[in-house]
């Protein structure tokens, strides 16, 4: 026997952001490191999924960077983790982020 199944631990990770719907969604955040919550920048999300978010930034962002994600809509600030960060046309940045501890309920604006 070759110990693996002893040694499996249940998938902490009950989700995967490439399975779960994306919506392309516009919300407005704060977005952070967690060292320095106060040194926040106001930006948009590009798209959202119940546990995750990819965000624009104007500066890069280490994999693995703790990151505080605040909604303007009222909603409690999320902390996350950065999964990916891309480069974007215009100076910016495309930051993926992980909520792996929550669901989050994103309050999509009204699409008239």
């Known amino acids: 026997m070759n110990g693996l199944a002893h040694r499996r631990?249940?998938?902490?990770r009950l989700f995967?952001?490439?399975?779960?719907?994306?919506?392309?969604t516009s919300v407005p955040?704060?977005?952070a490191a967690l060292e320095e919550p106060h040194a926040r920048e106001r930006t948009l999300t590009d798209n959202v999924s119940p546990?995750?978010?990819?965000?624009?930034?104007?500066?890069?962002w280490p994999i693995g960077e703790g990151s505080l994600v605040t909604p303007l809509t009222g909603e409690f600030p999320q902390v996350g983790r950065v999964i990916y960060c891309?480069?974007?046309?215009?100076d910016c940045f495309s930051v993926g982020v992980e909520f792996p501890d929550r669901r989050v309920k994103w309050d999509e604006p009204s699409r008239a």
């Open 9 to 12: 631990k249940p998938n902490q």
């Open 16 to 24: 995967d952001g490439r399975i779960e719907k994306r919506l392309p």
């Open 29 to 31: 955040v704060y977005l």
């Open 51 to 60: 546990h995750g978010a990819r965000v624009i930034s104007k500066r890069p």
């Open 86 to 90: 891309l480069p974007k046309a215009g």
